[in-house]
């Protein structure tokens, strides 16, 4: 009986853990120094802080909290924008469909929500707003 050789069986060892497209993808988070990240952020402060009857409407339906402006922050950590951006694709994207790296902007709301945006990924001509709570379960997605 012919033995295999270590060489051979270290090449399939490291064949077998190459994800599908060869390399793994990346999820990184906006600094909060980009427009893109302070528009998210003002729109979320204004939408936890307002009082008029539109804006608790429109807060009750993206199921946000109501909370002090001090506590809507970006968040730029790298643990929290990996699950970010594994929840986020799997919010906007059919089951099935192989990641792809992207760059976020993550908003905390409080203790409990996140709004997570990715700025390349579209709906039609409008950006993909997704909102979690604290366990990444998807709530809602808005436009």
Same mark, same amino acid.
């Given at each position: 009986m012919a033995m295999l050789s270590p060489r051979f069986l270290f090449a399939?060892?490291?064949?077998?853990?190459?994800?599908?497209?060869g390399e793994a993808q990346t999820y990184t988070c906006? &600094?909060? #120094?980009?427009?893109k990240t302070q528009i998210l952020r003002?729109?979320? *402060?204004?939408?936890?802080?307002?009082?008029?009857?539109?804006?608790?409407?429109?807060?009750?339906a993206y199921q946000l909290p109501v909370v002090a402006a001090s506590k809507v922050t970006v968040v730029t950590t790298s643990s929290v924008c990996r699950k970010a951006g594994a929840a986020y694709h799997?919010?906007?994207?059919? &089951?099935? #469909?192989?990641?792809?790296?992207?760059?976020?902007?993550?908003?905390? *709301?409080g203790t409990m929500r996140y709004v997570v945006l990715d700025p390349n990924e579209r709906?039609?001509?409008?950006?993909?707003?997704?909102?979690?709570?604290?366990?990444?379960?998807r709530l809602i997605g808005f436009s």
């Amino acid at each position: 009986m012919a033995m295999l050789s270590p060489r051979f069986l270290f090449a399939c060892v490291l064949l077998s853990a190459t994800p599908p497209g060869g390399e793994a993808q990346t999820y990184t988070c906006l &600094p909060d #120094t980009t427009e893109k990240t302070q528009i998210l952020r003002d729109h979320i *402060v204004s939408l936890v802080t307002g009082t008029d009857s539109e804006t608790v409407a429109t807060r009750n339906a993206y199921q946000l909290p109501v909370v002090a402006a001090s506590k809507v922050t970006v968040v730029t950590t790298s643990s929290v924008c990996r699950k970010a951006g594994a929840a986020y694709h799997a919010a906007v994207t059919p &089951p099935g #469909t192989p990641q792809v790296s992207r760059t976020l902007v993550v908003i905390k *709301v409080g203790t409990m929500r996140y709004v997570v945006l990715d700025p390349n990924e579209r709906a039609g001509e409008f950006e993909n707003h997704v909102v979690f709570d604290a366990k990444w379960n998807r709530l809602i997605g808005f436009s």
